[in-house]
């Protein structure tokens, strides 16, 4: 017969946990010779902050108070903007003359974004900008923008009166041509005037007088430019009375 082995008993294993406070005081340090003291770690969630957002565009608006670093930049800007009034000086007559000389051509506000850099940047910067106006822009419109905001902005910086710079060497040429513009403009929509288009008419001679303000003499100019118009064959009686009628319901005042 074989002899039954004795294997000895061990208490039966603890089913459940031990409480919260519980603190083993017998557990033995990995690291013997790092003191070591029990202590309860708490996880913290670290903040991320969020990164800015960066509005996308071709265009924005130069800073009041330019850095150096802005500064550069805006020159960079200045420069490529004056190289695209060349290109747009020697394709002046591939456009159309309708888009050319309407209110809103299609480099328009390209043009006035551009003076805005230039008065950034000082006179010197914006008396360039204005000489390349005068040979790459046929709108009257933009070109009375040009004259107006550029005057107010001399004036502001020299407390001088506006219509003192409206005479000036950087700004004459722009007031010269922008009264040549209205001009051309006027008599050319005058051959080609439908009835449905007196209104506009109207309010382009009504836009012409405001700027005829803003030169020495230039009522003079503007009467004359009023008489072409009332002997020309396109213009009808009714068309002349709504002339005068709308001419008449408020004095000469410069939009400066």
Not at 61 to 78: G, I
Request: net charge positive; charged share 10%.
């Amino acid at each position: 017969q074989q002899q039954q082995q004795h294997y000895p008993t061990y208490p039966p294993v603890p089913t459940q946990q031990p409480p919260q406070n519980y603190t083993n005081t017998t557990a033995q340090p990995r690291y013997p010779h790092i003191p070591y003291t029990p202590q309860s770690f708490h996880v913290t969630t670290a903040t991320v902050p969020t990164p800015p957002t960066v509005t996308q565009g071709i265009r924005h608006a130069p800073p009041a108070q330019p850095t150096n670093q802005n500064s550069s930049y805006l020159n960079s800007v200045y420069r490529v903007g004056m190289m695209a009034m060349e290109v747009l000086a020697r394709r002046m007559h591939d456009e159309r003359p309708q888009i050319k000389i309407s209110r809103s051509p299609s480099h328009g506000e390209d043009v006035k974004w551009l003076m805005t850099v230039a008065m950034k940047l000082g006179v010197s910067y914006l008396h360039q900008f204005c000489m390349s106006v005068v040979n790459a822009v046929m709108s009257p419109f933009i070109l009375q923008h040009v004259a107006s905001e550029s005057a107010q902005y001399l004036a502001r910086n020299t407390r001088t009166p506006t219509s003192n710079h409206l005479r000036s060497p950087i700004l004459t040429p722009v007031v010269q041509k922008c009264l040549q513009m209205f001009t051309q403009c006027i008599l050319q929509k005058l051959f080609q005037l439908n009835p449905v288009e007196h209104d506009d008419f109207i309010s382009m001679i009504l836009s012409a007088r405001f700027a005829f303000c803003m030169s020495p003499g230039g009522m003079i100019q503007f009467n004359e430019l009023l008489q072409s118009v009332h002997r020309s064959k396109d213009c009808t009686k009714d068309l002349w009375q709504k002339i005068l009628n709308n001419l008449n319901s408020g004095p000469c005042v410069s939009s400066l």
